[in-house]
């Protein structure tokens, strides 16, 4: 292309100068970011941040090649957060992640990974979303209800949640036994204790792991004397009107001969002001 051929066309030339500004600004202020000088105000992330569109507009432009554009979309997924900057925001993060799932709605890749990387990038919300999706889309896959649960517990701090979705996944075949262990220890951190003390109790009696079996029979004792000493709290409580201090004074004041141990080594407390038996950790 001839210099003369540029000046003729007015318009043209504008925008070629107009690319090379924008590249020669890019190229600026990447240096500046990765300089040791100083940086830009603001994550080089915005010059490689994707802009997906609309899920269902996705689906038109496809023309019915969805898995083709589902993978097109997962590539450049993988090249924002994979080569932007690990110190900045991801703002499109949770939009890729909810455009490859509607375009291909089992690929189980995509969700298993979304549940891992998204909560740690601030989208909880948009994690347990994606799970739900993926435990409609993909119900043999106990991994969708399982790394929901997971975020509902490192995330949300919401046990009852982690533990319902546990118990969902250990309901699904193929599912590890220590599944179903798990969705109990959560019930009981939720203090669901009669709900986790069956759990506990199926799979002493069912597990063909013998480590899940002799874990689940441990919380079968722990348990056993949790409601031992629930129970000769209100012993007390009907033969003095009071609570016990301590529960050092059960046997003290003769309710019973001993205060049994935990075969998990957990000391347990009473609260004084409502008889309140709770597990002490060390």
Do not use: C
Request: net charge neutral; aromatic share 16%; charged share 25%.
């Amino acid at each position: 292309m001839s210099t003369n051929f540029l000046f003729r066309r007015p318009a043209l030339l504008a925008l070629v100068f107009l690319v090379v500004a924008y590249a020669a600004q890019i190229f600026t202020d990447t240096r500046r970011f990765y300089s040791n000088q100083g940086k830009v105000a603001v994550s080089a992330n915005i010059y490689i941040e994707p802009q997906p569109l609309f899920p269902e507009t996705a689906k038109l432009v496809s023309f019915g090649a969805r898995e083709f554009l589902a993978d097109w979309y997962w590539l450049k997924l993988i090249q924002y957060y994979g080569g932007g900057d690990p110190q900045g925001k991801y703002r499109k993060l949770g939009e890729m992640f909810n455009v490859v799932t509607e375009l291909s709605p089992k690929y189980s890749a995509a969700y298993q990974t979304g549940l891992l990387v998204l909560p740690g990038e601030g989208f909880i919300d948009e994690a347990i979303k994606l799970g739900e999706k993926g435990q409609k889309n993909l119900p043999d896959k106990w991994e969708m209800p399982y790394y929901t649960g997971i975020v509902y517990h490192v995330y949300k701090k919401d046990y009852v949640a982690a533990a319902k979705k546990f118990d969902q996944a250990a309901a699904i075949p193929g599912a590890p036994e220590t599944t179903k262990l798990f969705a109990a220890i959560y019930y009981n951190k939720a203090d669901e204790r009669q709900t986790a003390y069956q759990i506990f109790k199926t799979v002493y009696e069912t597990s063909d792991s013998e480590f899940a079996r002799d874990r689940a029979e441990k919380y079968v004792e722990h348990l056993d004397v949790y409601f031992f000493l629930e129970d000769a709290t209100k012993n007390f409580k009907q033969r003095f009107g009071r609570y016990p201090a301590t529960l050092d004074e059960l046997v003290t004041r003769g309710v019973i001969k001993e205060i049994p141990s935990s075969p998990l080594s957990v000391p347990f407390t009473i609260n004084p002001e409502n008889g309140q038996i709770s597990e002490s950790k060390r």
